[in-house]
């Protein structure tokens, strides 16, 4: 069966610090991979998608992630975090059916 | 560029009252709709697809039901609201099947 992982629920990094957030996937084929970013009572906003090619993926706001085949993971970087990336971030995978399949999500807090 | 709707953006309802969430996209034609529900610390679940006017497909048992009357209009449905079906609704679109899906501002439900 598919399924998406997110392992950390929070996170706390120091502003300016490096951030990594994990995301480890189970998926029969070769899976399409999404990193999104939610705000407090906002919708979802797309970060990066990975379909195919690269498996440095660059995104928006300094984001990046790696596919990793060998490891079922997607992994999202940045190397630099600012206050206002304190927000959830949500991990998909698909197709699943005519949807995507979500993690359930890693809390970003940011500390001066 | 496409837009998505959602409206409204709160709401607040009595247990057993009815209930209607819209959702519009424009900048498009026949898009994928979509219909999540995100409760806390439980990521996204999808409730229910749409690949075209009057084609509903429902992804789990409940109290809701999904009607496109219009290509770009999507609107969520209950004729007796539980309790249970508090939480933050979403609604997204994308250009096909295996496609970036594109979400909404979403609307917070909450049933006394």
């Known amino acids: 069966a598919q399924s998406v992982t997110q392992p950390d629920i929070h996170i706390t990094v120091s502003e300016g610090a490096s951030l990594e957030l994990r995301c480890n996937y189970s998926?029969?084929?070769?899976?399409?991979l999404f990193w999104y970013v939610q705000s407090p009572g906002q919708g979802l906003q797309l970060l990066l998608k990975?379909?195919?090619?690269?498996?440095l993926v660059q995104g928006i706001k300094g984001f990046e992630a790696e596919f990793k085949r060998s490891q079922s993971s997607f992994n999202l970087r940045k190397p630099s975090v600012h206050w206002s990336d304190a927000a959830e971030y949500f991990c998909a995978v698909g197709p699943s059916g005519y949807a995507l399949n979500f993690g359930k999500g890693t809390s970003l807090l940011v500390t001066p | 560029s496409q837009t998505i709707h959602q409206w409204p953006a709160t709401l607040v309802q009595p247990v057993g009252s009815p209930l209607s969430l819209e959702c519009t996209v424009e900048g498009t034609s026949n898009p994928n709709l979509y219909w999540y529900r995100q409760a806390a610390g439980r990521g996204l679940q999808l409730l229910f697809y749409s690949v075209g006017i009057g084609q509903i497909s429902s992804e789990v048992p409940q109290n809701l039901s999904a009607s496109r009357p219009q290509d770009r209009q999507f609107i969520l449905s209950s004729k007796k609201l539980l309790l249970s079906d508090s939480g933050f609704y979403l609604c997204?679109?994308?250009?096909?099947?295996?496609?970036?899906?594109?979400f909404g501002p979403g609307t917070r439900l909450t049933v006394l």
């Open positions: 990975y379909f195919s090619g690269d498996t």
């Open positions: 997204a679109w994308s250009g096909g099947l295996v496609d970036t899906q594109y």
């Open positions: 998926y029969g084929a070769t899976p399409y």
